[in-house]
């Protein structure tokens, strides 16, 4: 399907936090959530998919009650669907949610870019072009996850350079549905290059330590991030809550997304 490839998260080591001299584990059932989290963001799980706990627990090597508590944790950010009797799903894509955190977003990133810009250092800004030739490689490459990852960085960077990390964390959640739909229009798009232009005048803008410029390249980005959802929509409706086509039987009949955009899927 031409989907992002991403090194599987249950290869990687747990991590740890330092407090008071100790190491202490991060616990099961976080480090769970964020793997899952990233393989649904990432598009390794895809929209309507089956969840099994007991597969998942052979997986990771845990107990089913982690397990559970990370479901019920993506459950509250509508990205998996909970039905009794019937099944755990990985939820499909809410559009009403995905504008309402575009909004937000906006108005979050917009605030961190005037701030950043007021207060930059030089080591900050080569910091930035290094996180954008790194995503510049990837888009190279066609990493779409390396590509994805990159964009993460930058702005999740410039937060920091705010003096308000926080804002990152609520942006971070707010966007999901948003960071869905872009790796999976990722394959099929042709504004990666685009986007790496509106990352430079963002960046130049940071340089000239100029926060009008700076906030109206962030807000010029952001108001492209979506250019391809109705596209999308129409290659895919069995992603989108409410627009999922139908068997006979009552089950999504899928619709390859390749088979949509004919010869625009190549890796």
Not at 5 to 22: E, L
Not at 119 to 128: H, N, P, Y
């Amino acid at each position: 399907m031409g989907m992002p490839t991403t090194k599987s998260p249950a290869t990687r080591k747990p991590s740890a936090t330092a407090t008071g001299g100790s190491l202490r584990a991060i616990p099961a059932s976080a480090r769970i959530y964020e793997m899952l989290r990233e393989r649904i963001v990432g598009g390794e799980m895809l929209p309507g998919a089956p969840v099994s706990e007991k597969e998942l627990a052979e997986r990771y090597q845990v107990s089913r009650t982690p397990v559970r508590e990370a479901l019920l944790r993506l459950a509250d950010e509508r990205l998996i669907d909970i039905f009794p009797q019937r099944g755990t799903f990985v939820s499909r894509i809410n559009v009403e949610a995905l504008r309402d955190g575009m909004v937000i977003r906006e108005a979050l990133e917009r605030v961190a870019v005037r701030r950043a810009a007021a207060q930059v250092s030089d080591a900050d800004i080569a910091e930035l072009r290094l996180i954008l030739e790194r995503q510049q490689a990837s888009e190279r490459a066609r990493d779409w996850g390396g590509f994805h990852a990159g964009d993460e960085d930058f702005h999740r960077r410039i937060a920091v350079l705010s003096g308000h990390p926080n804002l990152w964390r609520v942006a971070r959640q707010e966007k999901v549905q948003i960071d869905r739909c872009r790796v999976l229009h990722l394959p099929i798009s042709g504004r990666r290059q685009m986007v790496m232009d509106e990352h430079r005048a963002i960046l130049d803008g940071l340089a000239a330590r100029d926060p009008d410029a700076a906030d109206r390249a962030m807000a010029e980005h952001l108001g492209n991030v979506l250019p391809g959802l109705d596209e999308l929509l129409r290659a895919r409706p069995d992603y989108f809550e409410g627009r999922a086509q139908t068997t006979g039987a009552g089950t999504p009949a899928a619709i390859p997304l390749n088979a949509a955009r004919p010869g625009r899927l190549r890796r």
